[in-house]
């Protein structure tokens, strides 16, 4: 099929997964624990001020009427008030977000590159010692509980070595005006180069701890991927006609593990959501998931709801554009 | 003129997890210029690790663990500041870079199958630009596109196809690209692996003529592997018999239709149908191939031959001259 | 009665024999790795020993020995199961049955007996006793089978070999942690405040005085609980649902796939951490909330086996003759999905040993008066600043063994059961 009717239904199969996944984060974050509101309080609550109280967040209205309100406030960009100072969720999110878009990000650069990377190594030195030891490697590090890396890390550049901070963005005294949120563009754009030096090495331990547990599987998909086309006719045909070694592992193995591994970014994408949150709170990171652990001490279930919405949301978008980058980029369905 | 291609003692191995099998046990061979020698034998009987040795790319997990093979270098190779001097060289211990220097400017590999052997995801053109800018690097692209374009263009394909996929050309036209890419650089030895095997007959039969008459223009040496004693018949000018890796007969084509001289190749010629004698039966060769991971004391073949004798179990036939002129391992001689 | 005793007495022999000839046939390296594992396996059960003489309860070297006097019973009853088995006394098919039939009872009797000994602790000692007993009758089988097995197809055999054998182990220590453990886990000021390994305490002590040892041995016991509910409920739950769903097709196919699709497409510790959020602490629900999770993971898989076995010739001839649908899945689909179904179900264990670690460490799901190795990782990272490394090293090298006990299992099972690159 060609790509233009790939795109539209690919697009709108994405409609009914959105609706699901809206009713079914509705259903456990609004309809499951009973009253929300009641929890927040602990049950611990007069009777009146919980009426003022749910008046005001809308949390008062029939569920079929709030169900809705919901949908339309998602479609919207509005994901309600925090019932911890009133304020709206979608704001404090779009506050937090940029931070945790910086972390993800570099973090994902750095599973990818040492991945494949490594990957090669481990392809051309098939059931070698380095192959071996590459391949333990990777398995180890999907074992780690990433907050346990991070720990870890902090103990030895931190506490032992004092080389690398261990905790937030930047030096309060450095930090920038904030245009985008995320602290190496901000300084970039103030020009402050110190401030700049200072916010990445802030940013080196939280996106080395979450790109190594990423690695593993890149480091795998790569190698499977490398070992498979090494072994085919036409990289044997190739290598016959004397191309140098160079030329054969990335014009011609590389490049058909190319798609693969893009895919693969799309498909970590969820799990790189989920350890940022973990990482964050390990390095006291300014980000979307700090606030997320924050408004769950607080029993703020409009903030959860809003920010599992969101996250869900994310998701779904990043898959969407790998899947259309896919198609776009694979000659097969091109042609 | 003398030998192009020398084998001698040649020695494989495929080191698997079930144990070590010899691919190849002490092969020799001489390959003269300008001549065709055919590499026959069952599925599996070693030709194929052969000609990967000879272009020395055995396929994982084979390695070579004896014997020479010596080439005759007509122009100095230069590699990483190092130069290897013309005359005679030995492959099997030639440094990896100078080898990959020769691959394609003097020894060139054709494989089996034409639909894998080419790069799915670049051009023909670029087929041809690679190969010759990696070993000309003076080269610019434009000229690498020229002389790209006039070797398609003698292959019988329009240049305006230069910048087509692969997978848009049909299996006849493919193995045309991998013969215009494996003699692009004029080398001397051509090896052919199964060429045709994968292509009906009648483009079979094209493409082996058209092999013939580039080995001609361009004064090749060539040696033919495959399993089709038909096709050697009438493109070789020598045929070596291999069984089980070792060498069983070496003959001129003549003779060993006419006169062969081991039981293994009678066999095999009589397994093979002849369009005058359509009553003629089919003979085939009881048992089956032998495991290579244990190689036998005597002769390899002992198990499936009717004369075998007590001396083809212990002792190995060696290498001798045979009454036909060519060279037979047979006890019977 | 003596028949079954020659058996036995001549089946050692035959087994020390053939062990003799293989010991030969080792490599040098062979032969070395088997040194060290036996150096390494007496230093785990000389530990084990010590542990339990000096333990806090009095009785550890009792539990201990029963233990493995019972999973030696239970190994023995295999062997006799399967030799009887062999010289068809009892019928193939009901083997299996008698073992457990046969394992069970003693194990009952083992516990119901030390049920009226220790009449407080009955419950504890009791399943202390019995999954003690049971793990090391594992262990025993695992290498006494599955070994000669396993050790064909190569590495991924000794990979599978070595994931069970790690998380069995932890599992044993898990089980009787009670009974081994020097001090109490949970109760404070056992030692100086957060002391650094010593004689007196090898793994040091927490902030609050706490036996860092004692944590070690006895912080695996939840999350083992949450893995194993989880895992059950997951694979039931999504093993069923994508047979039918998967098999059935048309409209419920395609609206069961598209929910699970949308579940799968959530970052998985997320929607973990909106249902246990949700929901009070505990195990069980922690166990549920890890499940939702994971139940994708499985159905997916389920179904891309179904869809290439619906079309295989012979489930179609099993139609044309006129069988049921249910014995169409049960006898034809499910054999051929098991393999995979299981892989899945080890990187589950795995994912989901790492999924408690982190809501614990977020806050969620336990109550905080248990010793588990989560809330050692929360509660010691205050104490990093200090230095204090102790108090989340050892905890976290627990979780880390656990979890790649699980997915060593996993790769090697999958390189087992799903061949790829051959020779």
Redesign the interface.
């Known amino acids: 099929m060609s790509l233009r009717s790939y795109v539209i239904s690919r697009i709108l199969l994405t409609i009914p997964m959105l609706m699901f996944l809206l009713t079914l984060v509705f259903l456990i974050l609004r309809v499951m624990p009973g009253d929300p509101a009641l929890l927040h309080f602990e049950k611990n609550v007069d009777p009146e001020v919980l009426a003022e109280f749910k008046a005001r967040l809308g949390l008062d209205k029939p569920l079929l009427q709030q169900y809705f309100d919901y949908l339309f406030g998602v479609f919207r960009g509005d994901f309600g008030l925090s019932m911890q100072d009133f304020q709206p969720v979608t704001k404090q999110i779009l506050d937090r977000f940029p931070a945790t878009l910086e972390l993800t990000v570099w973090a994902m650069l750095f599973a990818v590159i040492i991945g494949v990377f490594l990957g090669i190594v481990s392809a051309k030195n098939y059931d070698t010692f380095k192959d071996n030891s590459i391949r333990i490697f990777g398995i180890v590090t999907y074992a780690i509980p990433v907050f346990f890396l991070g720990m870890i890390l902090q103990l030895i550049f931190g506490t032992y070595l004092h080389w690398l901070p261990t905790g937030s963005q930047i030096d309060p005294r450095l930090q920038p005006p904030r245009v985008t949120g995320m602290v190496t563009i901000d300084s970039l754009l103030a020009g402050n180069f110190y401030a700049f030096v200072d916010a990445v090495r802030h940013l080196i331990l939280p996106a080395v701890t979450l790109g190594t547990v990423l690695c593993g599987i890149f480091i795998r998909l790569t190698r499977t991927n490398m070992l498979e086309t090494l072994r085919m006719d036409f990289v044997v045909a190739a290598e016959a006609r004397g191309l140098s070694d160079q030329t054969i592992t990335y014009r011609y193995a590389l490049k058909n593990a190319f798609l693969p591994i893009l895919t693969m970014i799309g498909l970590q994408f969820a799990a790189l959501l989920a350890g940022a949150v973990l990482t964050e709170t390990t390095f006291s990171w300014n980000g979307l998931g700090t606030y997320l652990v924050d408004r769950i001490s607080r029993r703020d279930y409009t903030a959860i709801q809003g920010t599992v919405v969101f996250f869900g949301l994310l998701v779904m978008l990043v898959t969407l554009v790998v899947d259309i980058l896919y198609a776009y980029l694979d000659p097969r369905i091109r042609l | 003129m003398g030998d192009l291609l020398s084998v001698r003692n040649l020695t494989v191995e495929y080191r698997?997890?079930r144990g070590v099998a010899r691919a190849l046990d002490n092969v020799s061979v001489s390959l003269p210029e300008n001549t065709t020698l055919g590499l026959a034998g069952e599925s599996g009987c070693g030709k194929s690790t052969l000609g990967r040795s000879i272009?020395r790319?055995v396929?994982?997990?084979g390695v070579i663990v004896g014997g020479e093979i010596i080439f005759s270098l007509r122009n100095d190779i230069e590699y990483d500041g190092q130069v290897i001097p013309k005359g005679e060289v030995d492959l099997v211990t030639l440094p990896e870079e100078a080898m990959?220097?020769?691959?394609?400017?003097e020894i060139?590999?054709i494989?089996q199958?034409p639909m894998?052997?080419?790069?799915?995801?670049?051009t023909i053109a670029d087929h041809f630009v690679?190969?010759i800018t990696?070993?000309n690097p003076e080269v610019t692209e434009e000229e690498a596109l020229e002389r790209a374009g006039e070797i398609l263009d003698s292959l019988g394909i329009l240049p305006e196809r230069m910048t087509d996929?692969p997978h848009q050309f049909s299996g006849g036209m493919r193995q045309r690209v991998?013969i215009g890419?494996?003699l692009a650089l004029r080398p001397r030895l051509l090896i052919a692996d199964e060429p045709t095997t994968s292509l009906d007959v009648i483009v079979e039969a094209q493409i082996l003529d058209e092999i013939t008459q580039l080995k001609e223009k361009f004064n090749l040496t060539m040696i033919l592997i495959t399993h089709n004693l038909g096709v050697l018949a009438q493109h070789a000018d020598n045929i070596a018999i291999i069984y089980a890796g070792r060498l069983m007969e070496l003959a001129d084509t003549e003779t060993l239709f006419e006169n062969p001289q081991h039981p293994y190749t009678k066999a095999l010629l009589s397994a093979v149908p002849d369009v005058r004698k359509p009553e003629k039966k089919l003979a085939w060769i009881p048992g089956a191939p032998p495991d290579l991971t244990k190689p036998l004391e005597g002769c390899m073949y002992h198990p499936r031959c009717p004369m075998a004798t007590d001396r083809c179990r212990v002792e190995q036939p060696p290498l001798v001259k045979s009454p036909s002129g060519g060279l037979v391992a047979c006890h019977l001689y | 009665m003596t028949e079954m005793g020659d058996t036995l007495v001549s089946g050692i022999l035959l087994f020390l024999h053939t062990a003799r000839g293989e010991f030969r046939e080792l490599s040098l390296k062979g032969k070395l790795v088997l040194l060290l594992l036996t150096l390494f396996t007496l230093l785990l059960v000389g530990v084990l020993v010590s542990l339990a003489l000096t333990a806090r309860s009095g009785i550890g070297i009792h539990v201990v020995g029963t233990t493995f006097a019972l999973g030696l019973i239970m190994f023995l009853i295999r062997r006799v199961q399967v030799r009887l088995v062999e010289s068809k006394v009892i019928p193939r098919r009901a083997g299996f049955p008698v073992f457990i039939f046969l394992a069970a009872v003693i194990c009952s009797a083992v516990g119901g007996v030390a049920s009226l000994i220790l009449p407080d602790e009955a419950a504890h000692i009791s399943s202390a006793l019995i999954i003690g007993g049971c793990v090391l009758a594992a262990m025993g089988i695992l290498w006494f089978e599955g070994y000669p097995q396993l050790r064909d197809r190569g590495t991924p055999g000794y990979i599978t070999l070595a994931g069970f054998s790690i998380v069995l182990a932890i599992t044993y220590m898990t089980a009787i942690s009670r009974y081994i453990v020097p001090y109490d886990p949970f109760t404070i000021n056992v030692g100086p405040l957060l002391s650094p390994p010593s004689s007196d305490f090898p793994l040091g002590t927490t902030q609050l005085g706490q036996d860092m040892l004692s944590r070690t041995i006895a912080g695996g016991a939840i999350m083992l609980q949450v893995a194993v509910l989880s895992v059950t409920i997951c694979f039931s739950i999504g093993v069923t649902l994508g047979l039918i769903a998967s098999y059935k097709g048309g409209v419920l196919d395609r609206i069961v796939s598209l929910l699970m699709d949308s579940i799968f497409a959530f970052p998985g510790l997320v929607l973990a951490i909106a249902i246990a959020a949700m929901l009070s602490p505990g195990v069980v629900n922690m166990a549920l909330a890890i499940a939702v999770v994971y139940i994708p993971s499985y159905f997916r898989v389920i179904r891309s086996q179904v869809l290439t076995v619906k079309e295989l010739p012979y489930v179609e001839a099993a139609i044309v003759m006129g069988a049921r649908d249910r014995d169409i899945l049960l006898r034809y689909v499910l054999p051929n999905v098991i393999p995979s179904a299981v892989v899945v179900m080890s990187i589950n264990f795995a994912d989901a040993v790492l999924t408690a670690a982190g809501l614990t460490f977020i806050g969620l799901g336990l109550p905080i008066d248990v010793a588990d190795w989560g809330w050692d990782l929360t509660f010691g990272r205050t104490q990093l600043q200090f230095g204090a490394w102790w108090v989340i090293t050892f905890p976290g090298i627990m979780i880390v063994l656990l979890a790649l006990g699980f997915t060593l299992a996993g790769e090697g099972l999958n390189e087992i059961l799903t061949p790829k690159l051959r020779e």
């Open positions: 698997t997890r272009i790319l396929p994982y997990p990959r220097k020769l691959r394609g400017e060139a590999y494989f199958d894998t052997s080419l790069n799915p995801m670049i690679e190969l990696t070993h996929y991998m890419l494996g």
